[in-house]
């Protein structure tokens, strides 16, 4: 019961935050100050937390702190490199057969990469959080505490999210279904890890974290960033924003005490 309580909290943000950017027609102005915020908070959020707990979460599987940095560091510069070779790939592929729409495609590139970091990120947030709820019966408060640090992110991840389906002229529709969809990775990741706690334990959290900050990484720096400032007279009120994302993230952080995977 507790579970199911906690998934449909998780779903009812998560839908929350992801509709607000579909609640009406933005104009171009206010849709890349949007994208300044999510650029700052992709930034904050890789440098605040994923990345930092990925060494705690390599520290406390038994490494060393020297040993355990320079390896969560080695996979955000995978998850980096994956991530940019990916956008490569496909863009080249989309501007042979299109040459006349390369913003286009460009702003679906940027969500694609949005995608794929926000889902990482999400996918450990539900192991993590089924791992808690199991962990709870000796320790009442744990399941409650991960749960406050997701629901504290998961509204502003999906708008910073939708935000970028906006930027990329998805349909309303299939944007909303987009952000359908990815609400449920968290559910089905928590579902999975509280059913199979044994299997999770041996799973590398700590790697994946640092992949998810690499692609974190990548996406508020190379796709989101320069978008932010693609309006020049604009650039003073977008970098503002920016660190207000950034901001967003570490008071956030502060509220739930770091506390995330542990």
Known sequence: MELVLYLLAIIVVSLIGGALPYMRRWGSSNLHYFVAISAGVFIGASFLILIPEAINTLIEEGGDVHDAVSHALMWVMIGFILLLMIEIIIKERHEKKCRNHTNEHKHKLTSLAAFTGLGIHSAVDGLALGAAIVASESNSELG???????????????????????????????????????????????????????????????????????????????????????????????????????????????????????
């Open 144 to 262: 409650t505490v991960v749960l406050l640090a997701i629901l504290a992110h998961k509204a502003i991840d999906l708008f910073s999210l939708s935000t970028t389906f906006c930027l990329a002229d998805v349909p309303r529709k299939q944007g909303l279904i987009n952000i359908g969809l990815f609400t449920l990775i968290t559910p089905i990741a928590a579902i999975i890890s509280f059913f199979a706690v044994d299997l999770i334990d041996s799973a590398p959290i700590g790697i994946l974290m640092a992949l998810a900050g690499g692609t974190f990484t990548f996406v508020g720096m190379y796709d989101l960033l320069p978008e932010a400032f693609h309006e020049k007279r604009n650039n003073y009120k977008a970098y503002a924003l920016v660190v207000i994302g950034i901001l967003l993230i570490f008071i956030l952080n502060m509220l739930t005490g770091g506390a995330h995977t542990h």
